[in-house]
C-alpha cells in the first residue's frame, strides 16, 4: 500500500468551497467532543455508542435547524468521517497513545475527509481528478495511470490545496544501477557519498527567519482574532508552506535519486532528539531535516526494492582513517582528516562516508 498526494489547481470558488468544508468539518468534530464530554459520569456507555447516536442527532435534528441550514448544501461525508476521526481520538486516548482529544482551531489547519459511500472508484490518468461528493478538480501535476482507492483527504499547507489518497499496491521494484554507498550526514554539507559527490541543501527557514519574526510580532501586536491579524497568520502560513515545500522537494528528489540508484545504501543511525539538545546546532539540524531523510528512505528502499542499513550511532566514522583505521580526535573545526600514518589527506565528511561503507555489523 501506498500514498498518492496531488496539489489541487483550484480557481477562488473552488477555493472557497474547500474552505468550507474544512469549516464543517471543525464545527461537527468540537461539536461532538462538547457532547461526549459533558456525558462523562452519565453511565458506562462506550465512546463508539455515544458518537454513533451523536451522528442520528446532529443527521436527524441539528441540520434541521435554521441556523444550521448551511450543512445541507456541504458533502454529508464531511460529517460522517469527521465523527469517525472523534471515535478514532478517544480510542488512542484511552489505549494511552495520545492524549485526551482537543478541540479543532482554524489555526491549527484545514483539512476534511470524504469517502464514496458506493464503495472504490478509480481514478483516471490525466490532469483531473473527480473526488466523491465533491466534484471534478485541476491537477497541479497530473496522474500518470489509473488509481483505484475510496476515501480522499483534503487539506490545505500554505494557501494550496492538496488531495492524497492510498492505493492497496505495491510499487514494482528496479534494477538498480550500483551496488552500495555510504552517507555522511552533515550540517555544512547536508550528504556527502562515499563516492565523492556532495549534495548541499537548502536552508529555506534561514533564508526567511528575519520576514517571519517581523510577521510574528507584527501578529502579537494586532487585536486577538481580528481580521488584520488572521491576514497576518496568513502570510506567516504561506511562508512555513513555502519553507516546507522547499525542504521537501529537495529530500524527496535526492532519496529517490539514491533508492533508485543504489542496492544498499548505509547510514548512520544518528540521534537527532539527543543533537537537537544543542542550542548552537538545533535550528540548522531542523531547518536540514535529517529526521525527514531517513523517514523517507526507510519507504522509498522497501518501494523500490533497495536495502537499508543503519550503522551504529557510536561507530567513529569522523576518527578513523579511511585507509588504514588509525583513530584520533577530529573536533568540528577541523575539515581535512590528515592520518599521520599513512599520510592520507582527504575531506573529513569523504573520510567518515568511506568509513561507514566499510562498517559492518559485529558478530
Known amino acids: ?113 470524504v469517502d464514496s459511500s458506493n464503495g472504490k472508484v478509480l481514478l483516471n490518468a490525466g490532469s483531473t481528478i473527480k473526488i466523491p461528493t465533491l466534484g471534478t478538480f485541476r491537477l497541479y501535476e497530473p496522474l500518470e495511470c489509473g488509481f483505484v482507492t475510496q476515501t480522499f483527504t483534503i487539506s490545505k499547507e500554505g494557501n494550496i490545496w492538496f488531495v492524497s489518497f492510498s492505493v492497496d499496491a505495491e510499487r514494482l521494484p528496479i534494477q538498480q544501477r550500483k551496488s552500495s554507498v555510504g552517507i555522511d550526514l552533515g550540517i555544512k554539507s547536508f550528504v556527502t557519498l562515499s563516492n565523492a559527490r556532495v549534495f548541499d541543501a537548502p536552508k529555506p527557514l534561514k533564508q526567511v527567519k528575519t520576514k517571519l519574526a517581523q510577521l510574528q510580532r507584527k501578529a502579537h501586536r494586532q487585536v486577538k482574532c481580528s481580521k488584520n491579524q488572521r491576514k497576518t497568520y496568513d502570510k506567516i502560513g504561506k511562508l512555513h508552506g513555502r519553507i516546507a515545500w522547499i525542504r521537501k522537494d529537495f529530500l524527496h528528489k535526492l532519496t529517490t535519486y539514491l533508492t533508485q540508484t543504489f542496492e544498499q545504501i548505509k547510514i548512520e543511525d544518528l540521534n537527532v532528539s539527543g543533537m537537537m539538545a544543542n542550542h548552537k546546532l538545533a535550528g540548522a539540524i531542523a531547518d536540514l531535516g535529517f529526521y525527514e531523510f531517513r523517514r523517507q528512505l526507510e519507504y522509498k528502499c522497501q518501494m523500490y526494492g533497495a536495502n537499508l542499513v543503519l550503522v551504529d550511532r557510536w561507530f567513529p566514522s ?29 575531506d573529513r565528511d569523504l573520510n567518515a562516508s568511506l568509513n561507514i561503507l566499510n562498517w559492518e555489523p559485529s558478530a
Open 1 to 113: 500500500m501506498f500514498a498518492v498526494k496531488r496539489a489541487l489547481k483550484l480557481n477562488n470558488k473552488e477555493a472557497t468551497w474547500m474552505s468550507k468544508h474544512a469549516g464543517f468539518r471543525r464545527v461537527v468534530f468540537n461539536m461532538g467532543l462538547s457532547l461526549r464530554t459533558q456525558m462523562y459520569g452519565e453511565g458506562k456507555f462506550s465512546d463508539s455508542k455515544i458518537i454513533n447516536e451523536l451522528k442520528k442527532v446532529l443527521t436527524n435534528h441539528v441540520k434541521k435547524q435554521p441556523e444550521f441550514a448551511w450543512m445541507n448544501q456541504l458533502s454529508s461525508r464531511v460529517y460522517q468521517n469527521a465523527l469517525i476521526d472523534l471515535k478514532e481520538a478517544f480510542s488512542r486516548y484511552r489505549l494511552g497513545k495520545a492524549r485526551h482529544p482537543r478541540f479543532a482551531s482554524r489555526r491549527d489547519g484545514q483539512s476534511f475527509t
Open 318 to 346: 569522523s576518527k578513523l582513517c579511511s585507509n588504514c583505521g588509525h583513530k584520533k580526535d577530529m573536533p568540528l573545526s577541523v575539515r581535512t582528516y590528515d592520518c599521520p600514518v599513512c599520510d592520507l589527506s582527504v
